[in-house]
Nanobody
Framework: QVQLVESGGGLVQAGGSLRLSCAAS????????MGWYRQGPGKERELVAL???????NYADSVKGRFTISRDNAKSTVYLQMNSLKPEDTAVYYC??????????WGQGTQVTVSS
């Protein structure tokens, strides 16, 4: 399994921006899927943005046009650029990867808090 470490969370005012990073312990070139999920207070964990092996990208409707997922294969890192943040974006953000064997890995999470 691949180990994932998130960073970049913090406290930001509404309308502000943050960039999250997810560093993998090995190459992500052959990873089947990799992306970001979040879990807000009292809510279930939900998909935010996801790369699939075929190259497609999926975004939650609530973040389309505001968040952008990107990847740097050379650094084995996936990013989530979050702009125009809203208080409802407050959550713990988790990185998830599914490797070529179907094993699922999660990072430890990074807290994002958006104040109004």
């Amino acid at each position: 399994q691949v180990q994932l470490v998130e960073s970049g969370g913090g406290l930001v005012q509404a309308g502000g921006s943050l960039r999250l990073s997810c560093a993998a312990s090995r190459s992500i070139f052959s990873i089947n899927a990799m992306g970001w999920y979040r879990q807000g207070p009292g809510k279930e964990r939900e998909l935010v943005a996801l790369f699939s092996r075929g190259g497609s990208i999926n975004y939650a409707d609530s973040v389309k046009g505001r968040f952008t997922i990107s990847r740097d294969n050379a650094k084995s890192t996936v990013y989530l650029q979050m702009n125009s943040l809203k208080p409802e974006d407050t959550a713990v953000y988790y990185c998830r990867a599914i490797d070529a064997h179907g094993f699922v890995s999660w990072g430890q999470g990074t807290q994002v808090t958006v104040s109004s």
